[in-house]
């Protein structure tokens, strides 16, 4: 009974679409249809400004964090990971707005703090670095993802196989959801830090 209702209440969760939300509260706009098209912190900082930005990005950390608490209260550390990826699910194709949502990267941070912040700070910084010195956000947004696996069982005595392979679900989604990116970065009409 306590999965049937964890799977649904994190992908609930997950569907809150702060860009969408925000942008119709403060601008009166559909984030999806400008800009990269995509309901997710880059766009909405590069469409609507810093502030609905970083707005948007807090929102969505949130979610992530709310639905691991959630999954631990019902089904201990399980129903936390449970929790986690599927509120990853709801932000990348939320139900209420069509499955056109984000890239799931602000959320699965969330989700990923709490299962081991200092991994997920390291994996953070590895990802600025990478966007620094490529100047292209979505490759650092992946680099953080997919380094996250690995810093992880470097870095843990206390090494717990559902986290990681929890790490590697959501680093493929990221990269999934990434794809016209990748083809844009190879193509190289990417949009750079500071195009914007």
């Not at 959320?107 to 670095?129: D, E, H, K, Q, W």
């Not at 005595?157 to 990116?181: C, E, M, P, W, Y």
Request: aromatic share 12%; hydrophobic share 55%.
């Amino acid at each position: 009974m306590k999965w049937i209702l964890l799977i649904p209440i994190s992908y609930l969760i997950g569907c809150f679409s702060s860009a969408y939300l925000l942008g119709k509260i403060a601008q009166d706009i559909d984030i999806r249809n400008y800009g990269s098209g995509n309901a997710g912190t880059t766009n909405a900082m590069r469409v609507m400004g810093r502030k609905l930005g970083i707005l948007t990005f807090i929102f969505d950390v949130l979610k992530g964090i709310i639905a691991v608490y959630i999954g631990r209260l019902l089904l201990g550390d399980i129903g936390g990971m449970v929790g986690g990826f599927f509120a990853v699910i709801g932000h990348n194709w939320p139900i209420f707005i069509g499955f056109r949502g984000g890239k799931g990267v602000a959320t699965s941070l969330g989700v990923l703090m709490v299962m081991n912040l200092p991994s997920t700070i390291l994996a953070v910084v590895f990802g600025m670095v990478v966007a620094i010195i490529s100047r292209y956000v979505s490759l650092g947004s992946m680099s953080f993802l997919s380094s996250y696996a690995i810093i992880y069982a470097l870095i843990t005595q206390d090494f717990n196989k559902g986290i990681f392979v929890l790490a590697l679900a959501l680093a493929a989604l990221t990269i999934f959801r990434h794809k016209s990116n990748i083809q844009r970065i190879v193509a190289g009409n990417e949009n750079k830090l500071g195009r914007w």
